[in-house]
């Protein structure tokens, strides 16, 4: 069944959540655990379809090649997060009145990962329930090619969609947690070096076994 690597991925995942829930826990952005939990649904339903996808690629693809494939991906992708951290360090001055300019879709994710206050549209420090919609399907969009990757290796579909919800479920709640007790900045940048090496290890494992 893969259950490591189905943790790992879970984990590695929802790094994203873990941020946007340091962000909130500093800035006082309250989320309840109703709003969390439809931001988790819709990063769990995400990692299904992608790996469902996934799956339906394996189909196309000869046997012996799929788990070369899948690793493959897995690691190309935990190598662009890593490079595009350390780029994003580079260029971490960026304002909020900047970030809301040329929000191309890519632009607009970034920039909810900088700022996840800008989900907050109406400014009444509290993620309501048609926000959370939004920033569920932002976030989701990370898990898609980590999800194809992922299914492509032979993890269980089902269960890792699972464990996908319940770790971006925890990840919102404890970042949230941590967030008010200490400064997210710093926390945010080592999350998404760390998780891009998580995956990059993902696919490293996935590839040997």
Request: glycine share 8%; charged share 10%.
């Amino acid at each position: 069944m893969h259950i490591l690597s189905i943790i790992i991925f879970a984990i590695s995942s929802s790094s994203d959540n873990l941020i946007v829930g340091l962000s909130y826990g500093a800035k006082k952005i309250k989320i309840n655990f109703l709003n969390t939990f439809v931001v988790s649904l819709i990063s769990g339903i995400g990692t299904f379809l992608a790996m469902l996808f996934g799956k339906l690629l394996t189909q196309l693809i000869p046997l012996i090649y799929t788990n070369i494939i899948g690793s493959s991906i897995l690691i190309l992708l935990g190598l662009y997060l890593l490079i595009l951290s350390f780029k994003k360090g580079f260029n971490d001055n960026s304002s909020l009145e900047e970030v809301n300019q040329n929000m191309s879709d890519f632009c607009r994710y970034e920039a909810t990962l900088r700022s996840p206050e800008i989900i907050d549209a109406n400014h009444s420090k509290t993620i309501e329930f048609k926000e959370s919609i939004t920033l569920g399907i932002l976030l989701c969009l990370n898990n898609i090619g980590f999800g194809i990757g992922a299914s492509i290796t032979g993890l269980n579909i089902y269960i890792t969609s699972i464990f996908s919800l319940i770790f971006s479920f925890v990840f919102i709640q404890l970042g949230y947690y941590i967030g008010e007790k200490i400064l997210y900045n710093n926390l945010s940048k080592y999350s998404e070096v760390i998780s891009a090496c998580i995956i990059i290890a993902l696919g490293i494992y996935e590839l040997f076994i």
